[in-house]
């Protein structure tokens, strides 16, 4: 399992599809925005929690392809159905290894994007702990369709379109958990529910994810 993992945290970095371009993107977005909506503080400071979480969203898409395409093009993903580990173990280390060469960094410098555009000191705690319960969900979700797409010609598009909407129930609860902290108002529901999310995605999506992968190496 240590191997697996430390395995694709080596390719995540050498193939660049990691936390390189991700944190790019991520940089992208907090800067082009206020260029968009204007420089005024008090609508950059309102607007801050849904562009960090959108950003933190999209940023997370762009590697998903990568994920078991690779090993299913080299003949890895058929040793890794046939090998001792569940697969189901080895999709929740794929998993594991895209956050955290994407979700974690992009936790860690949200704070500096936050300052661009003008997020309330008290929301600084709550974007931290926001992200880092939540993009969990992100790489657990990203690998369920992922699996879904594999071996499919084009199938970033549709790993996209079948994604995002499940993406979605994540990006409210960590959205309405960053603003509520930021305003100084009570967090504890949406933050619950978005851990319940990250639950429930860790515990049903790597076996749906492996008997997707199950049937597409048929």
């Known amino acids: 399992m240590k191997s697996l993992l430390l395995r694709d945290l080596r390719l995540a970095v050498r193939a660049g599809g990691g936390f390189g371009l991700g944190l790019a993107f991520f940089l992208i977005i907090a800067v082009l925005m206020p260029f968009a909506v204007g420089p005024d503080a008090r609508i950059l400071s309102r607007i801050a929690p849904g562009i960090l979480w959108t950003g933190a969203l999209l940023s997370c898409l762009l590697s998903l392809d990568r994920m078991f395409q690779l090993d299913y093009e080299d003949g890895s993903l058929d040793l890794l159905a046939t090998s001792p580990l569940p697969l189901e173990g080895a999709v929740a280390l794929k998993a594991l290894a895209h956050w955290l060469t994407t979700g974690l960094p992009l936790t860690l410098v949200a704070p500096v994007l936050g300052v661009m ?102």
Request: a positive charge; hydrophobic letters at 55%.
């Open 117 to 218: 555009l003008n997020l309330p000191g008290a929301g600084y705690p709550w974007l931290l702990i926001s992200l880092g319960v939540g993009t969990p969900a992100l790489s657990l979700i990203g690998a369920f369709g992922a699996a879904l797409t594999v071996g499919l010609r084009r199938g970033g598009l549709l790993l996209s379109l079948l994604v995002l909407p499940l993406y979605v129930p994540t990006l409210i609860f960590g959205a309405e958990t960053l603003r509520r902290g930021a305003e100084g108002l009570p967090t504890q529901t949406a933050l619950l529910f978005l851990g319940a999310l990250t639950l429930g995605a860790l515990a049903l999506l790597p076996p749906a994810a492996a008997l997707a992968l199950r049937v597409n190496l048929r």
